[in-house]
């Protein structure tokens, strides 16, 4: 299977790696505010509340992220829907400005019309990330690309990927940093007949060990 091949290969480069990094389990987490929109049978918008953490071990990575909020027609009153997200990625470090990682994605919400809808993906990412305004910030770039997914809808899969860039600063006196973002993802089903783009700018702070 190709996804599996992709984390024993993954796996197999940090355990290298790792005999050759610093020993001890580094931990790290945070939380975000994500101002989200998802465009595609509807156009959805809210802002919601999200947490990442992160736990390596030499140039070794696991990251678990999770969103959850509610989203809703621009403009419109009530409730809203429920959009839950949540992704699981194993990552190795071969190099300090340099991170690939494997792992599922899943998102759920339900459109206008009381149909909810499921994505799962298996993804392969690449994150670079470099020093600027001295050394106290750090810009990144990641790209993913999904090598496989399933969702509950009629038409067939055929593509997904998507991107983030921003900005981490870390505080001079406190083990803490700020990130400010914007991410995307596009996906495309039968042929092109149905499409669905999420974006999202995100503000967040976090405590890190590195």
Same mark, same amino acid.
């Given at each position: 299977? $190709?996804?599996?091949?992709?984390?024993?290969?993954?796996?197999?480069?940090?355990?290298?790696? %790792? $005999?050759?990094?610093?020993?001890?389990?580094?931990?790290? /987490?945070?939380?975000?505010?994500?101002?989200?929109?998802?465009?595609?049978?509807?156009?959805? @918008?809210?802002?919601?509340?999200?947490?990442? &953490?992160?736990?390596?071990?030499?140039?070794?990575?696991?990251?678990?992220?999770?969103?959850? &909020?509610?989203?809703?027609?621009?403009?419109?009153?009530?409730?809203?829907?429920?959009?839950?997200? &949540?992704?699981?990625?194993?990552?190795?470090?071969?190099?300090?400005?340099?991170?690939?990682?494997? /792992?599922?994605?899943?998102?759920?919400?339900?459109? %206008? &019309?009381? %149909?909810?809808?499921?994505?799962?993906?298996?993804?392969?990412?690449?994150?670079?990330?470099?020093?600027?305004? /001295?050394?106290?910030?750090?810009?990144?770039?990641?790209?993913? $690309?999904?090598?496989?997914?399933?969702?509950?809808?009629?038409?067939?899969?055929?593509?997904?990927?998507?991107?983030?860039?921003?900005?981490?600063?870390?505080?001079?006196?406190?083990?803490?940093?700020?990130?400010?973002?914007?991410?995307?993802?596009?996906?495309?089903?039968?042929?092109? @007949? $149905?499409?669905?783009?999420?974006?999202?700018?995100?503000?967040?702070?976090?405590?890190?060990?590195?």
């Amino acid at each position: 299977m $190709r996804v599996a091949s992709l984390g024993c290969a993954l796996a197999a480069l940090a355990a290298g790696a %790792t $005999r050759g990094g610093a020993q001890g389990l580094v931990p790290a /987490g945070g939380i975000s505010i994500v101002s989200t929109r998802v465009r595609g049978t509807n156009e959805l @918008t809210g802002t919601v509340l999200a947490g990442q &953490g992160a736990l390596a071990l030499g140039r070794l990575e696991l990251a678990l992220g999770y969103v959850q &909020g509610k989203i809703g027609p621009a403009g419109a009153s009530g409730a809203g829907q429920d959009l839950v997200e &949540g992704v699981a990625l194993l990552g190795v470090r071969p190099a300090s400005w340099l991170r690939l990682a494997v /792992g599922p994605h899943a998102r759920s919400y339900t459109l %206008t &019309g009381g %149909t909810q809808l499921r994505w799962a993906f298996w993804e392969l990412r690449a994150r670079v990330s470099g020093a600027f305004v /001295g050394s106290a910030g750090r810009g990144y770039v990641e790209l993913w $690309r999904a090598l496989s997914a399933s969702v509950n809808v009629p038409e067939r899969f055929d593509h997904a990927q998507g991107g983030e860039a921003g900005m981490v600063v870390h505080l001079a006196r406190a083990p803490l940093e700020l990130r400010l973002g914007y991410r995307i993802d596009h996906a495309v089903l039968g042929g092109g @007949t $149905r499409l669905e783009t999420v974006d999202a700018v995100v503000v967040g702070v976090g405590l890190s060990g590195r």
